[in-house]
């Protein structure tokens, strides 16, 4: 019984030394993140930042004694002031990067964030000055916190759709930053997240409703001079939203009823509006007039070159959408006073 005791304390007790422990390998510092799975991380190792040079590839898995651990992580500030290292291969048993991980890697041009990584803390790449190019792995649910601030040399990047939300300065100062795409499963953008992109030119957004943002996130740029891709059908409901109506809105339907050889007018109205078709091919339509929520506010049927009375609406931007009766749909912002 006696026996037996001692080989439980001694299980025990070597649970809580291995946990938490620290070993070298190949120049790289490891911490043990559990005894019982034998997982590590790649660690902080601040008398490492000068001798961690050119490509890093960091292995799945690595030995210390007579056990072998998987990596799983890069820890606190792993690389972080490593300013020799170039380039870096993440291995796809990493789950996780977390905040700082590459602090201040001002050699750093490129990484692939492989699909097995599927969460970042904040400030992982920040003051990474030669970074151009980043893939994010698919699996990512967030950008986090100033994730790539001051990354100036950083020209594109192409946000994966499985991300819900971008945190605040997330690529504030990226001022190399020429393109952002956004795609529709982003549900909220922090304050400040493009401020002093002075670069960009292009920004694509996929939202078939316009996300609510803050007129911080794109503070100190000139929007009228920046490019907003919007989804076909989508332009009137963009030009009516704040903050995205400062953007020069492009797509093929900008002016679609001029361009279908419709003419709106009055516009802005106070009780009457009429579409006039140039083509007279087509005498009827339905419409529908939505507000800045999505509520329709008004709806009926008319036909071509016919009043239509707003007057019971109240004063503010709509979306006034059209169907004609060969199935064609329009749409174009309409403005009450």
């Given at each position: 019984m006696k026996n037996l005791y001692i080989i439980f304390l001694t299980t025990i007790i070597s649970h809580f030394i291995s946990f938490g422990q620290n070993?070298?390998?190949?120049?790289?510092?490891?911490?043990?993140?559990?005894?019982?799975e034998n997982t590590v991380e790649v660690d902080i190792n601040t008398s490492n930042s000068t001798s961690i040079t050119g490509s890093v590839n960091i292995p799945t898995s690595v030995s210390n004694g007579s056990i072998t651990y998987s990596v799983t992580g890069l820890g606190l500030q792993a690389f972080g002031g490593c300013t020799g290292l170039t380039s870096i291969i993440i291995p796809n048993s990493v789950t996780y990067i977390n905040s700082f991980a590459f602090g201040g890697c001002t050699g750093l041009?490129?990484?692939?964030?492989?699909?097995s990584v599927?969460?970042?803390?904040?400030?992982?790449?920040?003051?990474?000055?030669?970074?151009?190019?980043?893939i994010i792995s698919n699996s990512v649910t967030s950008i986090g916190t100033k994730i790539f601030q001051n990354c100036t040399s950083l020209t594109t990047v192409n946000i994966p759709?499985?991300?819900?939300?971008?945190?605040?300065?997330?690529?504030?100062?990226?001022?190399?930053?020429?393109?952002?795409?956004?795609?529709?499963?982003?549900?909220?953008?922090?304050i400040f997240a493009f401020q002093n992109c002075t670069g960009l030119s292009s920004v694509t957004v996929n939202?078939?409703?316009?996300?609510?943002?803050?007129?911080?996130?794109?503070?100190?740029?000139?929007?009228?001079?920046?490019t907003l891709n919007v989804p076909t059908g989508t332009t009137a409901l963009y030009d009516?939203?704040?903050?995205?109506?400062?953007?020069n809105i492009a797509t093929l339907d900008i002016n679609e009823f001029k361009y279908n050889k419709l003419i709106f007018y009055p516009n802005p109205t106070s009780n009457l509006i009429k579409i006039q078709n140039k083509t007279n091919t087509i005498e009827n339509f339905e419409y529908r007039i939505v507000d800045?929520?999505?509520?329709?506010?008004?709806?009926?049927?008319?036909?071509?070159?016919?009043?239509?009375?707003i007057e019971s609406l109240t004063i503010g931007n709509y979306i006034f959408q059209i169907e004609t009766e060969n199935g064609e749909k329009f749409t174009e912002k309409l403005i009450k006073n």
């Open positions: 070993f070298m390998v190949d120049g790289i510092k490891y911490r043990v993140t559990s005894s019982t041009t490129s990484i692939i964030i492989p699909n599927t969460s970042m803390g904040g400030s992982t790449f920040l003051n990474c000055t030669g970074l151009i190019s980043v759709n499985s991300v819900t939300n971008i945190f605040s300065e997330a690529f504030a100062n990226c001022t190399g930053l020429t393109s952002v795409t956004i795609p529709n499963s982003v549900t909220s953008i922090g939202w078939t409703t316009p996300l609510s943002v803050n007129a911080s996130i794109f503070a100190s740029l000139n929007l009228p001079t920046i009516a939203t704040p903050v995205w109506t400062n953007f800045l929520t999505g509520r329709i506010v008004k709806s009926g049927n008319s036909k071509f070159n016919e009043d239509i009375n």
